[in-house]
């Protein structure tokens, strides 16, 4: 039986050197309680925005000094936390930072306010001092955002209470990544291993049937159990977004997560629509796929496993990174000398272990390396999760250093795009490295289901994450009945007639934990598709391709999003770029079925 192994016990060389932010616990204590001074210099400009410029300008400084030094305490207490999720100090270190930023969110509340009460005439003067020229791009979206800002005494109450109506997602958090667990099963060779969130995928690609049905059933007869607590805790989060929208006088809560990001409402309904028109699309690629596994009708835990009988790659981690390396060439000699430093600076936190959180991601600050967390199984798709969350790294790498913390926080709608890239630009070089037909048919074949997670997948979660709060906006209570039936008819609905789906899959959504992050599912279906864009130009033009790329990366929030992308060559205000996305999609399965 595998056990798997505490974080402690982990090879050094396989975890992220977390002293790069804090080398003694001390000093995140004494960084925490010097929170308070920042908090009252940044206080001591109430009353006084509307001076002159001067002031303004300095109660920015002192802001941005404020919570670039908070995320710096929190980066270190998150990601601590996420080594063992039932770490009970972490935990409470955490929860300390947490609550911390919600009564600093209250204290500092009045800034919005108070400059929203400056007549226009001042502000009018304002923008064109140059004392405030840096922050003139700061203070046009202060001013998109006056119909949305309320009181002074009501931004401090809901800042006081935003950890408190987050109680639902932390919740969520806790039972999913430390309290729930999952029973042994049997693999390949009739090992028994405990089904965990990170080996689930690689079970599912087995080419074994049997192994992928009972990692599924296993899978969601767990989550069943729990069916009416995750119901409760989904309810409880649309509840909150549907909350903050109305009272910040926006027309939904799609609109109101769309808001910050200066982005339409059309180009989320132009994704949906999008994707419906190619849906035969996908409808051809599993029709390829029965036919390939000679299954007379397929089931959800069908759609993973390559098509290459017996066919499985097993790619340890240094292998994965040498890949990595050699596909991301095309992006310069600077980019990969920053590349080797995520390796050899331990940047990474490799391998799955006991009460770690769940999946992958890249996360740190302004003032901290781009940590990555992985849960690195060996897998091939693994090896494309390196790929993925570098792409994170570096663009957020890139970003710091080229511009000020006031504008280095790139917009959360391109967070998926340097990553994507990445993932496309491994597949075209392991598919160059070796013309075995079935090397390259599994790379094809892992190239469509991408495309088919990242583009369809995703905006079928996005979907359905439109339909929960569209609910949740006429007061319709989520119930564990109404989010399965809802999630099952959306489910055949994208996956057509060819798949026979279990009504296990009715449960799926208990277990994505992106419904609980506001809107966020959609940027990985856009993403994807300007990252195809993206690549070929990179691939096929050279520097030419290659320098509005690198501009994308350093831009950092520095101008308006949708400007950045179409400065880098994509247009994401027409369905056009998802259209041919999935047009490649098309090509790949084409290319694929002359394969099989």
């Given at each position: ?20 932010l ?29 001076q ?22 929190y ?14 100090k ?50 046009e ?8 800002v ?21 919740i ?20 028994k ?21 009972r ?35 926006f ?15 059309s ?28 299954i ?22 240094e ?19 920053i ?17 770690k ?18 849960n ?29 913390y ?10 998926e ?59 319709v ?13 959306l ?31 959609y ?44 400065d ?11 259209h ?17």
């Open positions: 039986m595998s056990v798997l192994p505490l974080h402690s016990e982990l090879p050094i060389n396989e975890t992220w050197d977390l002293n790069l804090y080398a003694d616990i001390n000093d995140w204590e004494n960084d925490f309680n010097s929170l308070e001074s920042l908090v009252t210099e940044f206080n001591s400009y109430r009353g006084k925005l509307a002159s410029p001067e002031v303004l300008a300095e109660a920015f400084q002192k802001s941005d000094k404020l919570y670039r030094h908070a995320e710096k305490i980066c270190y207490a998150h990601l601590k936390a996420d080594e063992n999720t039932a770490d009970s972490n935990r409470a270190r955490l929860g300390m930072i947490e609550s911390k930023f919600a009564e600093i969110s209250g204290s500092t509340s009045w800034f919005e306010p108070e400059f929203m009460s400056i007549n226009e005439q001042t502000i009018t003067y304002f923008l064109n001092s140059e004392k405030l020229a840096f922050y003139r791009k700061s203070i979206e202060l001013l998109r955002e006056r119909a949305h309320l009181s002074e005494k009501e931004e401090r109450l809901l800042g006081l209470g935003s950890d408190a109506m987050n109680s639902a997602g932390k969520f958090s806790t039972l999913n990544n430390a309290d729930l667990t999952f029973p042994e099963i049997n693999d390949e060779d009739k090992h291993t405990e089904l965990t969130h990170g080996n689930y995928i690689r079970f599912m690609e087995s080419g074994n049937r049997t192994v992928r049905k990692a599924f059933t296993t899978m969601f007869d767990t989550y069943k159990k729990y069916r009416n607590t995750m119901a409760a805790t989904l309810d409880g989060t649309v509840k909150r977004h549907v909350f903050n929208a109305k009272i910040r006088n027309p939904s809560a799609l609109e109101a997560s769309l808001f910050s990001d200066n982005i339409p409402v180009v989320y309904n132009n994704l949906i629509g999008a994707v419906h028109d190619k849906l035969p699309h996908l409808h051809h690629y599993l029709k390829i796929r029965q036919k390939a596994l000679k007379r009708k397929m089931d959800m835990f069908d759609i993973y496993n390559p098509l290459v009988p017996n066919y499985r790659k097993e790619v340890n981690f292998q994965a990174a040498e890949w990595v390396k050699a596909a991301l060439l095309p992006l310069g000699n600077e980019y990969q000398s590349l080797e430093k995520a390796f050899n600076d331990r940047w990474i936190d490799i391998r799955e272990c006991k009460g959180r769940s999946g992958a991601y890249s996360s740190g600050c302004y003032d901290s390396v781009p940590y990555i967390l992985l690195y199984n060996n897998t091939l798709n693994d090896v494309f999760t390196l790929a993925h969350e570098l792409g994170h790294s570096m663009h957020s790498y890139y970003s710091n250093h080229a511009q000020d006031h504008y280095a926080n790139y917009s959360i709608f391109v967070a795009v340097a990553s994507t890239t990445n993932e496309i630009l491994l597949h075209e070089y392991l598919m160059k490295q070796n013309s075995d037909s079935d090397w390259q048919t599994y790379l094809l074949c892992h190239l469509a289901d991408g495309i088919r997670g990242t583009i369809y997948r995703q905006t079928m979660f996005a979907e359905f994450e439109k339909h929960i709060h569209e609910l949740g906006e006429k007061s209570t989520l119930t564990a009945d109404q989010l399965c039936q809802d999630y099952y008819k489910n055949q609905k994208y996956f057509g007639t060819v798949i026979n789906a279990d009504r296990r899959i009715e449960m799926e959504w208990a277990r994505i934990p992106h419904f609980y992050y506001n809107f966020y599912v940027k990985y279906a856009t993403g994807m598709s300007a990252a195809i864009r993206l690549s070929q130009n990179i691939l096929e033009q050279g520097n030419d391709g290659l320098q509005p790329y690198l501009g994308f990366l350093r831009a950092g929030d520095s101008k308006d999003v949708l400007d950045i992308m179409k880098a060559g994509v247009d994401l205000t027409t369905p056009e770029p998802i041919a996305a999935l047009d490649k999609f098309a090509e790949t399965v084409c290319e694929l079925e002359t394969k099989l």
